[in-house]
């Protein structure tokens, strides 16, 4: 309920609280928020998604390659990376 909170700091907080869990379970309410209009939260989102490590995050991840906010764009360049280096995205 939090992830579709009105409040931006609200959704922030539950962001980085499922972030923090490193539980695979949640990667798909995260992958839901990376359409926020927000660029701070979708950013917040892509570190969240790097923290779990599941390669089921690749898509959206790679969909924010094109995102609007070059922050956004590096996050999600930089998390793919890593989610390359530690092996999840070859299975």
């Known amino acids: 309920e939090m992830l579709d909170d009105p409040d931006l700091n609200v959704r922030m907080v539950a962001v980085e609280s499922l972030g923090a869990f490193e539980d ?24 969240s998604l790097e923290r779990l490590g599941d390669a089921r995050a690749t898509e959206g991840l790679t969909a924010r390659l094109e995102d609007p906010d070059p922050g956004v ?6 998390a793919l990376g890593r989610l390359e280096v530690s092996g999840d995205l070859s299975g």
């Open 73 to 78: 764009r590096r996050r999600a360049a930089v």
């Open 24 to 47: 695979r379970r949640l990667t798909e309410a995260l992958l839901a928020q990376l359409q926020d209009s927000d660029p701070e939260l979708r950013g917040k989102v892509v570190e």
